[in-house]
């Protein structure tokens, strides 16, 4: 089944307690981006990533940090979370074709909260 | 710099109205428009898309005409269920590998 899979669904966790939320499809998609979903505002991008070694920032990312060593892999870097970061969080990825008309398939969701 | 505005919620309608959500965009280019429709607990999934002027995508019941005259994209359904009840994101992909969503419409269909 083509999926995008994200881990962990839910996370409590404190101020400055670096953490990381990773991201897989298994559709051999080239463009993958993370984004965070809050109330009034819709999805902001935060990174997003045309291939291997290749991320550039979105709309919003200060405070994280994204790699992207494999294919299939993208995941998202806090390394000193704050209560602002408080979000639901989804990670998307979409095949690239040359040009802007693929549709992105996107994870379950991430909720994230820092005390 | 691009943007979409979407008409704000939550809108609420019995079973079998008319929906209309409207979405209007900014951009320069010749941007991709798409709806998006977010179940409770779940990820966003595609409704339907549409790539240039004048195309019309269509999904389950859903429409949605690219109207580059009035830099539009509303989300019609001539008769909604109680299925339909979620949160709709109008989108827009305009080069430049960047996606920006509206804020999002939750719409609740009662029975």
């Known amino acids: 089944e083509a999926q995008v899979t994200q881990n962990p669904r839910y996370l409590i966790t404190v101020t400055g307690k670096k953490l990381t939320v990773t991201c897989s499809q298994n559709?051999?998609?080239?463009?993958m981006s993370w984004y965070r979903q809050d109330p009034g505002l819709g999805l902001r991008q935060i990174y997003y990533?045309?291939?291997?070694?290749?991320?550039d920032k979105g709309d919003v990312p200060e405070g994280y940090k994204v790699s992207r060593k494999e294919k299939r892999n993208f995941p998202l870097i806090l390394e000193s979370p704050s209560p602002n970061q408080t979000s639901l969080y989804f990670c998307?990825?979409?095949?690239?074709?040359?040009?802007?008309?693929?549709?992105?398939?996107f994870g379950d969701g991430t909720r994230l909260s820092i005390l | 710099g691009n943007s979409v505005t979407q008409m704000e919620g939550p809108v609420t309608l019995s079973e079998e109205a008319f929906l209309t959500i409207n979405c209007t965009y900014t951009a320069t280019g010749y941007p991709s428009l798409f709806w998006y429709v977010q179940y409770p607990g779940e990820g966003l999934q595609l409704l339907l898309k549409?790539?240039?002027?004048?195309d019309k995508g269509s999904n389950k019941g859903f429409e949605a005409t690219y109207r580059k005259e009035t830099t539009s994209f509303h989300l019609e359904k001539g008769s909604v269920q109680v299925s339909d009840s979620a949160v709709y994101f109008c989108?827009?992909?305009?080069?430049?590998?960047?996606?920006?969503f509206g804020a999002g419409t939750r719409l609740f269909v009662k029975a």
């Open positions: 989108a827009l992909e305009g080069g430049g590998f960047k996606t920006i």
């Open positions: 990533s045309m291939n291997v070694e290749v991320t």
């Open positions: 549409a790539t240039k002027a004048d």
């Open positions: 998307a990825s979409s095949a690239w074709i040359g040009g802007n008309d693929q549709p992105q398939h």
């Open positions: 559709m051999n998609h080239e463009y």
